[in-house]
């Protein structure tokens, strides 16, 4: 990318807003939370739909820059996430948080592989968490898009090279049953997968896209829990 083009990225409406301190969205730092718009996924159960609906946001990321000039010695890292930041032009604006002694946690669903790729080339991300929504059979149903190799592809990509990330999905039951997460556990198994696969149940909020409602729980005693570790954050 041209030093032009990379200085216009950041001067673009992208942000849709900042969570100017968290201690959760990134284990073991003190945080902000950078919000893209928009998202390649419409997940029926996602709240967040005020940003993947939204075209145009309220910040540019020269914006968020200079909010992050104000933090440097307080604030540990920047979360980007979204909506889907991969979306967006991310290397220029990574460039710029790692300049101010940032570390950098991308939340992403992994279809974007070829920019993941570049952002570690770079040495710009320190983290990654992927939601891993549905098995091939339910991917459609869950994202309203065929991406799931993409996903996949990104997952392999990331085990191959050995780099520190999470997978994580939300459950409600009348999307994805004991026996959907078990076949995910297996997919995970099957590739090797070693790390912390975080299991989360849905929350009933004021809006979602596809105006679901509160599922019965999912019996965690009928989740194999062998040969993977599993974690449940709620």
């Given at each position: 990318?041209?030093?032009?083009?990379?200085?216009?990225s950041l001067?673009?409406?992208?942000?849709?807003?900042?969570?100017?301190?968290?201690?959760?969205?990134?284990?073991?730092?003190?945080?902000?939370v950078?919000?893209?718009?928009?998202?390649?996924?419409?997940?029926?159960?996602?709240?967040?739909?005020?940003?993947?609906?939204?075209?145009?946001?309220?910040?540019?990321?020269?914006?968020?820059?200079?909010?992050?000039?104000?933090?440097?010695?307080?604030?540990?890292?920047?979360?980007?996430?979204?909506?889907?930041?991969?979306?967006h032009?991310?290397?220029?604006?990574?460039?710029?948080?790692?300049?101010?002694?940032?570390?950098?946690?991308?939340?992403?669903?992994?279809?974007?592989?070829?920019?993941?790729?570049?952002?570690?080339?770079?040495?710009?991300?320190?983290?990654?968490?992927?939601?891993?929504?549905?098995?091939?059979?339910?991917?459609?149903?869950?994202?309203?898009?065929?991406?799931?190799?993409?996903f996949?592809?990104?997952?392999?990509?990331?085990i191959?090279?050995n780099?520190?990330?999470?997978?994580?999905?939300?459950?409600?039951?009348?999307?994805?049953?004991?026996?959907?997460?078990?076949?995910?556990?297996?997919?995970?198994?099957?590739l090797?997968?070693?790390?912390?696969?975080?299991?989360q149940?849905?929350?009933?909020?004021?809006?979602?896209?596809?105006?679901?409602?509160?599922?019965r729980?999912?019996?965690?005693?009928?989740?194999?829990?062998?040969?993977?570790?599993?974690?449940?954050?709620?």
């Open positions: 990318m041209s030093t032009s083009k990379g200085l216009n001067n673009q409406k992208v942000v849709y807003d900042i969570t100017k301190f968290t201690t959760t969205d990134y284990a073991g730092c003190l945080s902000c950078v919000w893209f718009v928009s998202c390649n996924f419409k997940c029926p159960y996602c709240y967040n739909d005020s940003l993947v609906f939204s075209r145009n946001g309220k910040y540019c990321l020269n914006d968020v820059l200079e909010f992050l000039k104000t933090r440097i010695g307080l604030l540990d890292a920047v979360v980007i996430s979204g909506g889907e930041a991969s979306l032009s991310l290397v220029p604006f990574c460039k710029e948080v790692k300049k101010l002694g940032f570390k950098i946690k991308l939340d992403t669903n992994g279809t974007n592989l070829k920019l993941i790729k570049d952002l570690i080339s770079l040495n710009l991300l320190d983290y990654l968490a992927i939601d891993f929504k549905a098995h091939k059979d339910k991917f459609y149903l869950l994202t309203k898009t065929n991406l799931y190799d993409k996949l592809d990104t997952v392999k990509y990331l191959k090279i780099f520190n990330f999470e997978l994580r999905t939300t459950i409600n039951t009348s999307l994805l049953d004991e026996n959907d997460i078990n076949k995910m556990i297996k997919i995970l198994k099957n090797g997968y070693k790390n912390t696969y975080y299991l149940n849905f929350i009933q909020t004021s809006s979602n896209i596809g105006n679901i409602k509160q599922a729980q999912i019996d965690k005693t009928k989740i194999d829990t062998q040969g993977l570790v599993i974690k449940w954050r709620n």
